[in-house]
């Protein structure tokens, strides 16, 4: 990828490993589920690639069921729990769509765990509120996409736990950035997508413990132990693998990029950009700022410009930029026109950053000047 990548968030480029392990993959061929040399063989990769992707949250390899991706992967945990008698669906305010959208749709009520300013969950609003219902289920991700901000799941599981609910973590983002045991987390059922940490898009897993009840959603040839019918995208969990044992090694290491992150988000806020969830835990990769006076999208187009490659904090939905749910959530409506999103990982480096902040700057100085002179 030439210029400089730092819409990780969004995706991340395919580790080298990966790449190797799925055209290893493709080269061998092979229908896992064939008894024959290759089908073994095919096998074999898969459940290689299962352990890898276990070590990776310190589950047990049986509970991994291998999804399309993270979308998948929360649309299952979801139903799954209303098919095992969950009607009362509580999800935090900063969830991805793939939670909220699936759970609105459910039929099942919904409410909402609300976020303060700084974009953590208020865990305390679900003290007595577990209690309404038979076993309640709790979305609560571990990392948001928009701001970067870690989320007390430990601390919401106790309550989920102790009122016999179910804790549904998305850790989507938070997966090789961050380190985690499924266990110790206390989650029920747990997200992750490849291609977040550099493993090949459309594929991912759902992390279920034995108290979950997982219910069969497609249905076929039984595959995924009857969870998930279809063959298996062999390739692309060679590739999870393969990106997953790479991501899960380098997490300490990773740390190193809130450093670079910060020195940059120094020379914003010195041109008046506001930090978004600045005062709550957050992921080393991710920065979320905004700036009046300058729209999301102008700043995206002004970088990308500059060879710079970030995303805006906005949706854009027929034509009209609409404030992010996440910044709603938190109640920042008034700075959702001139957020961006910046998120680095595994191939950044400190130099990334440093383009970044001078493109940035750079940019803003003659925005400003273009405003001053039209107002002039
Ligand atoms: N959850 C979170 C927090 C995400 O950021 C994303 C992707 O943007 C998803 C879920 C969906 O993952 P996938 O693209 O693998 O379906």
Not at 36 to 52: F, M, P
Not at 99 to 117: H, N
Not at 348 to 356: G, I, K, V
Request: hydrophobic letters at 50%.
């Amino acid at each position: 990828m030439s210029g400089v990548y730092l819409d990780y968030n969004a995706t991340a480029p395919v580790r080298p490993v990966a790449i190797e392990a799925v055209a290893d993959a493709l080269r061998a061929g092979g229908n896992p589920s064939s008894v024959h040399a290759a089908g073994r063989a095919a096998r074999a990769r898969i459940e290689a690639a299962r352990e890898l992707v276990a070590d990776l949250v310190a589950a047990t390899p049986a509970n991994v069921i291998f999804t399309s991706g993270g979308t998948e992967a929360n649309n299952l945990a979801i139903s799954g729990a209303i098919a095992a008698g969950s009607r009362r669906l509580i999800v935090s305010a900063v969830e991805h769509p793939s939670v909220l959208e699936f759970a609105r749709a459910s039929g099942v009520a919904v409410d909402t765990l609300p976020v303060g300013a700084d974009g953590v969950a208020e865990v305390g609003w679900l003290d007595g509120r577990l209690n309404h219902s038979e076993k309640p289920f709790v979305a609560l991700m571990l990392a948001n996409n928009e701001t970067g901000v870690i989320q007390p799941v430990a601390e919401a599981a106790e309550r989920i736990r102790a009122a016999g609910g179910w804790l549904h973590v998305d850790a989507v983002q938070a997966a090789g950035k961050l380190v985690i045991e499924f266990e110790a987390l206390g989650a029920d059922t747990l997200s992750i997508s490849a291609h977040k940490l550099g493993g090949p898009q459309g594929i991912g897993a759902l992390v279920a413990s034995s108290r979950a009840t997982i219910t069969r959603r497609q249905l076929g040839g039984g595959q995924e132990r009857g969870y998930r019918g279809g063959t298996e995208n062999v390739s692309g969990i060679a590739g999870f693998g393969a990106a997953a044992r790479e991501a899960g090694a380098e997490v300490a290491a990773f740390q190193a990029h809130a450093a670079w992150r910060d020195t940059a988000t120094l020379r914003l806020a010195a041109a008046g950009a506001v930090v978004i969830g600045s005062d709550a835990p957050r992921l080393a990769n991710t920065l979320c700022v905004s700036t009046s006076g300058w729209t999301s999208d102008l700043q995206v187009i002004a970088l990308d410009l500059a060879g710079v490659m970030i995303s805006a904090g906005a949706a854009c939905s027929s034509g009209k930029v609409k404030a992010s749910a996440v910044l709603t959530a938190m109640g920042l409506d008034s700075l959702a026109d001139g957020v961006i999103r910046v998120s680095g990982g595994w191939a950044s480096s400190e130099a990334d950053w440093n383009r970044f902040a001078d493109a940035w700057v750079e940019a803003h100085q003659r925005h400003t000047a273009r405003r001053r002179a039209a107002a002039a």
